[in-house]
Structure formats: structure tokens, C-alpha cells
């Protein structure tokens, strides 16, 4: 592998007590606090080499094979994303941090890129800030931002008993009815692509699906409910009903100025409501 915007930073030989084990999972011994899908990612991502040549995360191991681990040195710094995050509300317990599209909520293990997760301790200097839920690459909105281990458990613990209410704004391909709910459960094995069986998930994992308004043009805006929430939950939902989420290349096509339009919009929990408007044109 030859780019000259990588730079090595770890290297370990295989030996015969390795033999036979994936590369996602051997990758522990360079990167012990990571977990298996950061690990799949960032082979995915081209910042491993196995004797000089990038390889799958299904590689299997085998004696003398030299595994590199790579980090990016042409990646954003906290300084160039800080002036992009915005707090829009705040407690003693938690905050509410506006990402835009395009930005990574959470810190990727292995590489150099910078995250919002990255610059929570320049936002609330003299805290213990925890970011507790994620929002896609290029979905923009809401981050929420725990100060504590308490007040984040206290807010999955509200996650689990279905007491936090998640609002998105989406424009879809399509014209659906007034209302409609997706109630399908989802299979999120795959990093990416979430897959929609067949059968009904538990209540706290549909998604409700109110039309807004008619942009024209084929295009509808839409306004999803959701409460737990799983990877992709939306998009696939969505996509599934026949409304793919304008831009999404992922479960539809991509759009003319290359945008994904899906906005978290508000999140409310006992003590704490935030809300902030998508900046479409």
C-alpha cells in the first residue's frame, strides 16, 4: 500500500499460536479497547496491511505474516470541527450539542479522524462529558451529552423503559398517507447495511411517520417518531415502506447535490427537551 497520507504507528508479527484467526479479531492485540466492529471498520477503511498488501477483515492469520496498523495524517484536527458544533441546550446533567451533516458523532478507533466526540471536553471544560447516542456521518442534528456515568445510565435506563421521545425530520421519495408506521424488526449484523425482516419488533423499536408538508417534485417531508432506536432504523424503515430518504445511498440514490436529508430534530426525557431545525434550503 503506498499513500503518502498514511503513517505507520504499530506492527506485530503472527505467530503459530495465531494461526487461523480472523484479522478483525487478531487486531485486539494492537488495539485492546477497541471492540470487533471498530476493529472491522478500520480494516475496512485501508489503515491495516498484511505483509504490504491491504486485506479483509475475514483474513485468517498465518505464521510470519507482518500486520500493520496505520493512522491518517491528513485527517481534521478538534480545531477545525470545534467551530461547527453549536450547544443548544444544557442542565447540570446534560447537554444537547447540534452536529451538522458530514461529521462523525463518535471517536473511530485506529485513525486519525476527528469525531464531535473528540471535542467534548473543549465544549464543556470542567465536566465529565459523555456522549450517549450517535447519529450517522451525514445525518445532522442532535448529539446528547451526559455530564456523569450516572446521569448516562440514567438516561439508557430511560431509553429502555421507552420514556425518551426522538423526533426526525426527513424529505422521502414518494407520497405517503397522512401517517404510517414500520414496525418491522431489523437486523444490524452487517456495519453496512441494516436489513429489515420479517417479522414485528417490540414496540419501543417502530417507527411513526407523520407527512409534514408536499415539496414538490415527487418529494415529501416527513416527520419520524422514534424511542429506542437501532442502527439505520429510519433509513431502512423508511426505505422498506417504498419513501427512501432523499440522498441516501445506502436503501435509495444519491441525491443531485449530494446531501442525505434526515435531521434529528428534538429529543425530550424527564428534566431535559431540545429541538433544533434541519438548515435546508
Known amino acids: 500500500m503506498d ?3 498514511l503513517k505507520e504507528c504499530s506492527k506485530v508479527v503472527a505467530t503459530e499460536n495465531d494461526e487461523g484467526l480472523r484479522l478483525d479479531k487478531f487486531l485486539i492485540v494492537l488495539l485492546p479497547e477497541t471492540g470487533l466492529r471498530q476493529r472491522r471498520r478500520i480494516v475496512e477503511n485501508g489503515l491495516v496491511t498484511v505483509n504490504g498488501r491491504s486485506a479483509k477483515p475475514s483474513l485468517k492469520m498465518f505464521t510470519g505474516a507482518e500486520i500493520v496498523l496505520f493512522e491518517r495524517t491528513d485527517a481534521t484536527s478538534t480545531e477545525d470541527i470545534l467551530p461547527h458544533l453549536s450547544i443548544i441546550a ?7 450539542v447540534l452536529k451538522p451533516a458530514g461529521m462523525h458523532s463518535a471517536s473511530i478507533a485506529g485513525s486519525m479522524e476527528c469525531s464531535a466526540q473528540d471535542c467534548l471536553d473543549e465544549l464543556f471544560m470542567e465536566k465529565t462529558p459523555i456522549l450517549v447516542n450517535r447519529l450517522d456521518h451525514s445525518t445532522s442534528g442532535i448529539l446528547l451529552v451526559a455530564f456523569g456515568h450516572e446521569q448516562a445510565r440514567l438516561f439508557k435506563e430511560y431509553e429502555e423503559e421507552g420514556k425518551v421521545e426522538k ?3 426527513a424529505r422521502v421519495i414518494g407520497n ?6 414500520v414496525k418491522k424488526e431489523l437486523d444490524t449484523d452487517s456495519r453496512t447495511v441494516t436489513k429489515v425482516l420479517s417479522e414485528d419488533a417490540e414496540r419501543l423499536r417502530w417507527s411513526y411517520a407523520d407527512r409534514v408538508s408536499d415539496l414538490g417534485n415527487g418529494i415529501t417531508l416527513v416527520k419520524v417518531r422514534i424511542a429506542k432506536g437501532a442502527r439505520h432504523q429510519i433509513r431502512a424503515h423508511l426505505a422498506y415502506a417504498g419513501f427512501p430518504i432523499v440522498g441516501d445511498t445506502v436503501y435509495g440514490t444519491a441525491s443531485a447535490d449530494g446531501k442525505m436529508y434526515l435531521h434529528n430534530h428534538l429529543i425530550s426525557f424527564k428534566g431535559f427537551k431540545a429541538e433544533c431545525e434541519p438548515d435546508w434550503d
Do not use: I, R
Open 176 to 181: 405517503p398517507d397522512s401517517e404510517f408506521v
Open 90 to 96: 444544557e442542565t447540570d446533567d446534560y447537554a444537547a
Open 3 to 5: 499513500n503518502k497520507n
Open 167 to 169: 423526533e426526525y425530520f
